[in-house]
């Protein structure tokens, strides 16, 4: 294969980035082509590429990048299914994006040096992929991490957005330190640092440590895939612009560090201790994520929650060994929440709110966005695993993944013994699975029914709501500034269909084995009778009981008659005490959760906890270093100078300007010398 | 004549110039105090001469390039004096401190730590 193809995927979207940045200031109207095309044209080689690659082939290429005196350090490419699979989801996610984006931040000054970061971000996500090389593929990963902080930051102007984007950079490079030891570890343990060198002296058994290399990359891992206890940064990170948030912090950036312990699987497979780590992480990480996603009002803020869930799925699929699954629900998490992701921004354009109870109260919403309610019911129903769409049969894989690591017959399709994976992590995984089926499900139905179908919202009067803006909220120039009368313009209607496709369509890859399995390891994508059972069980029962609690909840915050300026009951969330004319907001969640409510709506307090733990004793340590530098330090400082001061006036004082006494003094030394000499000799 | 009346008179004229050099106010007296000295100097040139009963006088020799060189001098230290009398206006040797330093009065130790510290609080 002409090896030009795949070295321009990555440097396309680099070079459409460095020309907006060039011209952006003195030509905005290039920006958005420059912006656009190089992507498109990215995921069409990403296509050519994968095409021309095939099934059950791989593709490594290297040449030496620098001599390190260690082992050294290539441009190494490396293509396999894997990689095929995900640059293409790279690549019609962040196309669909692109072309999104020229329409939701039509107005936006900044446009040119946003989308000149997206395309930056995509060549670094392309360059990770590709990658056959770790220090390469840091060096993406640490690209990412930069435009992931630039692009959440994006309203800078907002205290929220710049305190997020200043939460989500420190994070993530907490993660980052440890995981740079690991790869340095993992490169010193095998000589070299190319994967496939590495998986080769994994399969050996030459690495000396695997155990700890596994758990120092695990850190980067959970900061970047936003696992507990490093998940806090992403529901802040919804600061950003939505399109950013589809494709970086739900769709490609956070499956990063999946996609990373995918590759590096065999590794993680030496050491059971490292996958038992990894099934708790993501069982912590799946439920309670399910449960604030559950307690949130804000709409991405749900979805963002629902995204550390489902890459808790993934991690729980890797922690069973089956590297299939957890990549095959990559693939379609990443399809099916890039597309609720940008249904929410058409939906928030039309709001002008973030708020999904005051969503609930505006008339007519439905009607006003038709295409983004149908296309995030559609992804919803993925998200909740129903099936036919592709959310059903790749949570399905996990589970059955987990159920076969529980029963010690993990589906590691080859890279290493079965008995490898604890049937521990299994049982965890699959537990935790369940559960999650269930908490997503019913996260997602109240999130549509409170969203689109509040009969409130029908009743309520056209007043205050049309203008947007909902009281209290912050002033927001994404939210307030657009034009609600055109939510749904071309440019935004059509990406949604395009993910759409696959949403619906791709589940179905999985169940033979020579489609989709066979770009990846080979193993069966198929679900398995019992979890398959089970799961759509628990996700139908989920449904079901957050509509029931969704209909008690509208009974009772409709009891009251529908006077205005009446507070609902208790258990009816009256949302601003600015406005007391609002219609109470049903909220199937409040009952669900019941004295949960409070504690999850604050995600379980995880970031009091920490800055209990790490930014208050931080902060005091700082003002430690302060006052021994002010008070400690500066006084030797002024003490030498203060000293030679006092030396110098000592000194002044013979300096008086009168001959004679000088003459005296001299007279004395003569003296005094002539004295001294007398009596030494 | 024994060398110890030359030598002693040298030294109480030596001592006079010494005294003059160091305790008078008025710069003429102050130059003559120098000429005093230098007087005692060459009487023991011209002593110690004799008394080493040089051939070639050199004792002598040296005494009257002495003088001469005295002479000049003492030509040139009253024309400064007197330049700096018509500047200054006055010949009083304590007053003329303009080659001293000039903060000597007023930079005591307490307020030049003060003056650093105001320059460090700069």
């Known amino acids: 294969m002409n090896l030009a193809l795949p070295a321009l995927v990555p440097a396309l979207p680099a070079l459409g980035a460095a020309a907006i940045f060039a011209t952006g200031r003195r030509a905005p109207g290039f920006a958005r082509p420059l912006a656009v095309l190089p992507v498109a044209a990215s995921a069409v080689l990403a296509l050519v590429v994968a095409l021309q690659l095939g099934t059950d082939q791989s593709l490594d290429a290297a040449t030496r990048l620098t001599p390190t005196g260690g082992p050294d350090i290539l441009l190494a490419i490396h293509l396999d299914g894997f990689s095929s699979l995900i640059s293409l989801l790279v690549g019609l996610v962040a196309t669909c994006v692109q072309i999104y984006s020229t329409a939701y931040l039509k107005d936006d000054p900044r446009y040119p040096s946003y989308a000149a970061l997206v395309s930056l971000f995509t060549a670094a996500m392309f360059l990770v992929v590709y990658s056959g090389d770790l220090i390469v593929l840091l060096v993406g990963w640490e690209i990412m991490g930069i435009c992931s902080y630039f692009l959440i930051g994006h309203h800078w102007e907002t205290a929220d957005a710049r305190s997020a984007s200043l939460k989500a950079f420190l994070v993530t490079k907490l993660g980052d330190v440890p995981f740079l030891f690991g790869i340095f570890l993992l490169g010193a343990d095998a000589g070299t640092f190319r994967i496939s060198g590495v998986l080769q002296a994994a399969a050996e058994g030459r690495l000396g440590h695997p155990t700890l290399i596994a758990l120092l990359l695990l850190a980067g891992v959970a900061g970047k895939s936003a696992q507990f206890p490093l998940h806090t940064w992403l529901p802040d990170a919804m600061a950003g612009p939505t399109p950013v948030s589809a494709l970086i912090h739900a769709a490609t950036m956070v499956a990063a560090g999946i996609y990373l312990v995918a590759r590096l699987l065999p590794v993680f497979l030496l050491s059971g201790a490292a996958l038992l780590v990894l099934s708790v992480m993501a069982a912590v990480t799946m439920v309670g994520s399910a449960l604030c996603a559950l307690a949130q009002d804000d709409l991405k803020r749900v979805l963002a929650y629902s995204t550390v869930g489902q890459l808790g799925y993934m991690a729980g699929a890797l922690a069973s060994g089956d590297r299939d699954a957890a990549v095959f629900h990559l693939v379609s998490h990443g399809a099916f929440k890039a597309l609720l992701f940008l249904t929410a921004g058409v939906v928030i354009h039309a709001a002008h709110t973030n708020s999904i109870s005051a969503m609930s109260r505006m008339p007519g919403l439905r009607g006003r966005v038709p295409d983004a309610y149908w296309t995030m019911g559609i992804a919803l129903v993925a998200l909740v695993g129903l099936p036919p769409f592709a959310g059903f049969f790749s949570k399905e894989a996990v589970l059955t993944a987990a159920e076969h690591a529980a029963t010690g017959e993990a589906l590691t399709n080859g890279l290493g013994p079965a008995s490898a994976v604890p049937s521990a992590a299994g049982w965890i995984v699959l537990v935790s699975g369940a559960l999650t089926a269930l908490l997503t499900a019913a996260y997602a139905t109240r999130l549509w029914l409170v969203a689109f179908h509040s009969p409130a919202g029908a009743a309520a009067p056209v007043t205050d709501q049309a203008n947007g803006h909902a009281a209290g909220a912050p002033y927001s120039p994404e939210i307030d500034e657009a034009d609600p009368a055109q939510a749904e313009p071309h440019a935004m209607r059509w990406p949604l269909w395009v993910l759409a496709v696959p949403t619906m369509g791709l589940g179905v890859a999985g169940l033979r084995p020579e489609w989709l399995p066979s770009l990846l390891d080979g193993g069966s994508l198929r679900p398995s009778t019992g979890t398959a059972v089970v799961g759509t069980g628990l996700a139908l029962a989920g449904v079901l009981i957050a509509y029931a609690a969704w209909r008690s909840a509208t009974a009772r915050a409709a009891a009251p008659g529908r006077v205005p300026g009446q507070a609902g009951p208790p258990a009816v969330e009256a949302i601003p005490a600015a406005e007391p004319a609002v219609t109470p907001v049903a909220d199937p969640g409040r009952t669900l959760l019941g004295p949960l409510f409070g504690p999850a709506q604050q995600g379980f307090h995880v970031d009091r906890l920490y800055t209990v733990l790490f930014v208050r004793p931080t902060t005091a340590a700082a003002q430690l270093v302060r006052f021994l530098d002010r008070e400690v330090v500066e006084t030797y400082v002024r003490g030498a100078g203060n000293g030679a001061t006092l030396l110098g006036w000592l000194v002044r004082r013979a300096q008086n300007g009168n001959a004679q006494t000088y003459v005296s003094a001299l007279l004395a030394g003569v003296v005094l010398l002539a004295v001294l000499v007398a009596v030494g000799s | ?122």
Do not use: C
Not at chain 2, 69 to 93: H, K, N, P, Q, W
């Open chain 2, 1 to 122: 004549m024994h060398l110890v009346y030359p030598a002693v008179l040298a030294a109480l004229l030596f001592s006079v110039g010494v005294y003059g050099v160091l305790a008078r106010r008025n710069v003429v007296l102050v130059l003559m105090s120098v000429e005093l000295m230098l007087n005692a100097v060459n009487l023991n040139l011209v002593a110690f001469d004799a008394w080493l009963r040089d051939s070639l006088h050199a004792g002598q020799a040296l005494t009257l390039f002495t003088i001469t060189v005295a002479a000049a001098e003492i030509g040139l230290g009253l024309a400064i004096v007197l330049l700096v009398f018509r500047t200054s206006g006055t010949a009083d040797i304590d007053r003329l401190t303009a080659l001293g330093d000039p903060n000597e009065d007023t930079a005591e130790p307490e307020t030049a730590g003060a003056s650093e510290n105001k320059a460090a609080a700069v």
